[in-house]
């Protein structure tokens, strides 16, 4: 039986191609080094274990306060 964490994981993405990227994109925005919560990159799935278990926690202690339940009742 797989946990939390193993459902919620997202397989990492890959990587944005020189074609997929336009002059307007923000892909060339450097990642903020300052922040507790962040992936490594731009690539969806590409965040180190220590903070998606963060993540996955806040969503869990929002799902107990009630934060989402006007969202789950409709």
Do not use: C, W
């Amino acid at each position: 039986m797989s946990n939390i964490y193993e459902i919620l994981r997202p397989k990492k993405g890959y990587a944005y191609t020189d074609e997929q990227i336009v002059d307007y994109s923000l892909i060339g925005i450097p990642i903020p080094t300052n922040k507790k919560i962040k992936g490594n990159s731009r690539i969806y799935g590409d965040i180190e274990e220590a903070n998606f278990k963060n993540i996955v926690a806040l969503l869990h202690k929002a799902v107990l306060k009630g934060f989402f339940s006007n969202i789950i009742s409709k």
